[in-house]
């Protein structure tokens, strides 16, 4: 494995702990007075899950559609996404397809590079 896909490794298994620990707390009353609309922090969150997560597998590559590994990578970032949407009704936030939809807006848009 390349010193960089193991740098991107390290910062994924970061970034996916962060990202669940923060998505399953209630919600920060200083992510409401961001100002910023909160599809749009979906989007950005799960961009930066998709591109951490491809260059961790395939760091020198771009995404060919037409294989595998870019499908895989999109559809373990919306499972995961999907979970997470679900989970949260347990810490008091509510599911919201608009949420998942933003979610794979954002890895879509990591994907494309």
């Known amino acids: 494995m390349s010193r960089e896909r193991k740098l991107f490794s390290v910062m994924l298994a970061i970034y996916w702990v962060g990202i669940f620990v923060v998505t399953h707390i209630p919600v920060p ?19 930066l899950f998709g591109f951490l997560l491809w260059f ?26 999907a979970v997470d949407e679900v989970l949260q009704r347990f810490v008091g936030r509510s599911m919201d397809a608009l949420d998942f939809a933003s979610d794979a807006g954002g890895v879509a848009a990591a994907m494309l590079r």
């Open 29 to 47: 009353k200083w992510t409401r007075n961001m100002g910023m609309s909160d599809k749009t922090m979906h989007v950005v969150a799960y961009m």
């Open 56 to 81: 961790a597998v395939s760091f020198d590559e771009k995404a060919n559609w037409r294989k595998l590994k870019p499908w895989l990578i999109l559809a373990i970032v919306l499972i995961y996404g």
